[in-house]
């Protein structure tokens, strides 16, 4: 990387990131304007086996906010996997991916807590969400803020890495060589947003779940009475 | 003499880190795979597990990898 664009980075990324925004609204665009078919086309395809995944994770997580956690975390995973994937383009400037920066990572981080606890506020009220930061300790907000490194920097140091190693091999071996790094560069682009999406969700199902530990043990209460009976003797019989 | 040295640190900070979490990867894609082939039913869930785990494993590299770059960028 030569001494003007390391110079320059910060408004790459900014640049990058509002080229993704650009492709992922001119995407949105493109599959929502014309009318779902019976038989679904590719781009249908795609786009259904893409929400599906996210609705089926948040009707785990809480079935009556599937309207709000859904977009939040399909937006938070199409982005970051678009900019990771910014790597592949053969333009000079362009194929920076944003997320190789720590700052755009940090970004990225704290957007998924500051949305975690916005989400949490409107199940469980501002007060409930703010009691969420600092309950049962207070120094539970320092581990929020361990979740936000750990999240910014996992992904930092993947694409970064992958990113840093692409340019010291295209020094030393200009042909042929990074075409192979490259192609195994593509494995980390499509894990890491997805690894980045399950840690949120996991956080924000720790966020929005903790009234309902009641229910849960009363159905456990109902199931265990018919479940013993019917496991216990087979096993003695088979012992004895 | 005291930059060879210096050299080393990022070397000598990674890589043992490195060594205990490929054992530590062995034993989560053992465990996941062989789950995977008793259970191919729950294949999926067996494999978003693996991956999550394996990303806590990878983030205790990655902090290092981030220490050794400072170092680096110190030289």
């Not at chain 1, 990074?178 to 593509?186: E, F, K, T, V, W």
């Not at chain 2, 054992?23 to 597990?49: C, N, W």
């Amino acid at each position: 990387m030569s001494e003007a664009v390391r110079h320059l980075m910060p408004y790459i990324v900014i640049f990058n990131f509002a080229l993704v925004a650009l492709v992922l609204i001119t995407l949105a665009f493109v599959t929502t304007r014309r009318k779902p078919a019976e038989v679904p086309d590719t781009i249908q395809n795609v786009a259904e086996y893409v929400l599906e995944w996210f609705v089926r994770q948040a009707r785990e997580m809480r079935p009556d906010g599937v309207t709000v956690i859904a977009p939040f975390l399909a937006s938070l995973f199409l982005f970051i996997l678009f900019s990771n994937l910014l790597s592949v383009m053969s333009f000079p400037i362009i194929n920076i991916p944003p997320t190789s920066y720590y700052s755009g990572t940090l970004t990225l981080a704290l957007i998924a807590m500051v949305g975690i606890t916005f989400i949490s506020a409107r199940f469980k009220g501002v007060s409930g969400a703010i009691k969420h930061l600092f309950w049962p300790n207070p120094l539970q907000i320092i581990s929020q803020i361990g979740d936000v490194l750990s999240l910014s920097l996992r992904l930092f140091g993947n694409i970064g890495g992958e990113f840093m190693v692409v340019l010291l091999v295209a020094k030393t071996a200009p042909y042929g060589i990074p075409l192979i790094i490259h192609a195994l560069g593509l494995i980390p682009a499509f894990i890491q947003p997805t690894v980045f999406t399950l840690l949120t969700a996991n956080f924000l199902a720790e966020a929005i779940h903790i009234e309902e530990k009641r229910p849960r043990k009363e159905i456990r209460q109902e199931v265990t009475p018919v479940e013993l009976p019917s496991s216990e003797p087979v096993r003695k019989g088979k012992l004895t | 003499m005291q930059a060879i040295f210096l050299v080393f640190i990022p070397t000598l900070t990674i890589v043992p880190v490195a060594i205990a979490a490929a054992f530590a990867m062995r034993k989560i894609s053992h465990a996941a795979i062989e789950g995977m082939t008793r259970q191919p039913e729950i294949a999926p869930q067996l494999f978003t597990a693996m991956l999550v785990a394996m990303a806590l494993v990878e983030a205790l590299v990655i902090y290092c990898l981030v220490i050794a770059l400072m170092v680096a960028a110190k030289i």
